[in-house]
């Protein structure tokens, strides 16, 4: 009788799977490999719901805001919330500020949660936000005794909420009635935690859906998978096999890349972007092409392919500093990600917090605690340190209660979530203010020189800048308008400070109070900063807004491309080692770790798939034959040859 049963429910395609473990009141899990079109399925599923049960509410959490407009428009029914996980997060539980106040309270007092802590560990009283209006969430670093909570905190802050306080779970059930998580591999584990085992407090029902792959589980601190609560059946897994997206070639390729086992083969439907025909898949081509020497020149020459069609063809590279390297960003890069002199205050920063003899006052300068705490410099701090001297000497005078505050870091500059205006200032945003500052700049010159006017006169602000000068926008004004876009949108050599001040002054892009905060109490990374080249700046724009052939490995995850060339250069990142990918040996995480990225890097192929991996060892290469088939592995020296 259940062998029946089961045999119906195989039988039937996912998505009717799904809908039937939906009607029984059952949490799923969809998970398929790469390409096999969860994204897909997700938005029939919604769709479906949405149908079925129209008195009720779909929460929809996903990973990037470029996905949530996805999704958004794709459905696009008043039903439907779809949010990042941190905004929802963060939605549901702000209007509880005196529960908040009392949850941080408990963490900051709490004995191993060490993301939440005070300067000196120290412990406070429960009155100790009393005097604080209201706890906030903001991307800018922890200011914890301002009450304001950033990005990492969220997660574990809403999950002691949820587990401490039934009624939310309870108003949270009520409100929606499902809650589906895409990409669930990369959720943190306190964010599963709340939807399946805090809200199993309240007593209402409702059906949480996961969507995702373990194996393109590619951040360490994530879930990485469900398997704990597949055991306990708190969850029922729904398999995907079929691939909709890779010519048959990759996907022959990724089924051998595959840890868990998992065998794609293609479908039937004829629509699927990888079919000629309803029997016919596309086969594709894969290269594995290595050199001895740095020859990625020759590579590409070699493969044949428009590398300015960017949107079609990409080079991936496990680093955003190799990336920086090509797209010419270095100078920009260094600032943001190699700071040692911050680093050095980091190091202070935290050793204060776990040393409470030390004392410092309101006044100290950055220099006076360097003295009071005394802490040794590593090799490379001491060796950037006599490099830039002037800048150590600039970096000792600033008062250390905002000096400990500048935060740089290489996320902050290359986080490509924020594509418009209002997406800018939505919670979760890591870039600071002058980036976005400069970011509003660049949207300008970039519309005017695409000729987008009416976007252009939108992100201006010069019709405010005309008000504050009691002038109307008249004809002669679009005249003048014009003449001074004309003359910004050419930058030459000018310098990020130029750019700024000409934007303002010509009231293209007037100076905010946000932008003049980030100069003043980050003076120390301003100074820094204004001093480099804005076509500098516009190399990063481009970059994050894909208009350049260069990717992060990371990035793409869920993207797809025609023609996808990987580069196999750890990039001095310890984390991942791409000699253990084809020798199959060293440390299991980096080797685990690599496996995973690898695999998501080729599964981003429509067409054609290439890695490049320089001066490989007779192991690696062997590996390569046996995984591209040795007509497929080239020496780029016998091409050139
Ligand atoms: N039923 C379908 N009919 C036609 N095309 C489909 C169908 N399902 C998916 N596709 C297409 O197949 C491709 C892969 O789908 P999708 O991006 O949803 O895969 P995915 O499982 O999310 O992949 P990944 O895990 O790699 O991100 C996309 O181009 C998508 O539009």
């Not at 029902?205 to 708190?234: C, E, T």
Request: aromatic share 10%; charged share 30%; hydrophobic share 35%.
């Amino acid at each position: 009788m259940v062998e029946g049963g089961l045999n119906k429910i195989e039988e039937k395609d996912e998505f009717q799977q799904i809908m039937e473990l939906i009607r029984e009141g059952n949490n799923f899990l969809l998970s398929g490999g790469a390409g096999s079109g969860k994204t897909y399925s997700l938005v029939q599923v919604i769709k479906k719901v949405i149908e079925e049960f129209p008195t009720t509410k779909v929460a929809c959490m996903t990973y990037t805001n470029s996905a949530v407009k996805e999704i958004e428009e794709r459905v696009n029914h008043q039903n439907l919330n779809v949010t990042t996980i941190h905004d929802f997060l963060w939605d549901n539980i702000k209007n509880y500020q005196n529960e908040l106040k009392k949850v941080l309270i408990e963490l900051i007092n709490e004995d191993g949660v060490d993301k939440i802590k005070l300067i000196n560990d120290q412990k406070v009283e429960p009155t100790f936000f009393d005097e604080i209006e209201e706890i906030k969430y903001s991307y800018q670093g922890v200011q914890l005794p301002q009450g304001i909570i950033s990005h990492d905190e969220l997660l574990i802050v809403a999950n002691r909420m949820f587990k401490n306080h039934k009624l939310l779970c309870d108003i949270i059930k009520d409100k929606f009635k499902f809650i589906f998580i895409d990409e669930y591999q990369d959720t943190h584990k306190e964010v599963v935690e709340i939807f399946l085992e805090h809200l199993n407090k309240s007593d209402k029902h409702n059906i949480v859906g996961f969507f995702g792959d373990a194996m393109q589980s590619i951040y360490d601190d994530r879930i990485g998978n469900l398997d704990d609560y597949l055991k306990i059946k708190v969850v029922t897994e729904v398999k995907k096999i079929q691939n909709r997206r890779n010519p048959k070639l990759v996907y022959e390729l990724a089924n051998k890349l595959r840890t868990d086992g998992i065998q794609q083969t293609h479908s039937n439907d004829e629509n699927a972007p990888n079919m000629i025909s309803k029997d016919e898949v596309k086969l594709g081509e894969i290269k594995f092409i290595y050199s001895e020497n740095e020859d990625l020149e020759k590579v590409k020459e070699y493969l044949g392919w428009d590398f300015n069609d960017f949107k079609e063809t990409k080079e991936l590279n496990l680093t955003h500093n190799l990336n920086a390297i090509k797209g010419q960003f270095t100078n920009l890069m260094s600032i943001y990600n190699n700071d040692k002199i911050l680093e050095y205050k980091n190091l202070i920063v935290s050793n204060l917090k776990s040393n409470n003899k030390i004392v410092i006052s309101e006044d100290d300068t950055f220099g006076q605690v360097i003295e009071k705490v005394n802490l040794p410099m590593s090799r490379p701090i001491k060796e950037f340190i006599e490099i830039n001297s002037i800048l150590f000497e600039e970096a000792k005078k600033y008062k250390f209660i905002l000096f400990r505050r500048i935060y740089l870091k290489s996320d902050i500059l290359t986080d490509d979530k924020k594509q418009d205006e209002e997406e800018e200032n939505k919670k979760g945003s890591k870039r600071d203010h002058l980036l976005k500052h400069l970011f509003k700049i660049q949207n300008n010159i970039k519309y005017y020189k695409d000729g987008k006017y009416l976007e252009f006169l939108k992100e201006t602000d010069y019709k405010e800048y005309l008000k504050n000068n009691k002038l109307v926008f008249n004809i002669e004004q679009k005249h003048i308008l014009k003449k001074n876009i004309h003359e910004l949108v050419n930058v030459g050599d000018k310098t990020i400070e130029d750019i700024i001040d000409e934007a303002h002054s010509k009231g293209i892009c007037l100076k905010t109070y946000n932008l003049l905060k980030f100069q003043t109490e980050k003076e120390y990374a301003y100074n820094r900063i204004k001093k480099i080249k804005f076509s500098e700046f516009q190399n990063v724009y481009n970059y994050l807004e894909g208009l350049t052939p260069y990717s992060t490995q990371h990035k793409v995850k869920g993207d797809e491309f025609n023609n996808v060339l990987v580069i196999l250069d750890n990039g001095r990142w310890p984390n991942y080692n791409f000699k253990y990918l084809f020798e199959n040996n060293g440390n299991p995480n980096v080797l685990e770790r690599t496996q995973k990225i690898f695999y998501v890097c080729c599964t981003r192929a429509k067409e054609n798939l290439a890695v490049y991996y320089q001066n490989p060892s007779s192991k690696v290469i062997n590996k390569a034959i046996e995984w591209f088939g040795k007509e497929n592995v080239i020496s780029i020296e016998d091409f050139v040859k």
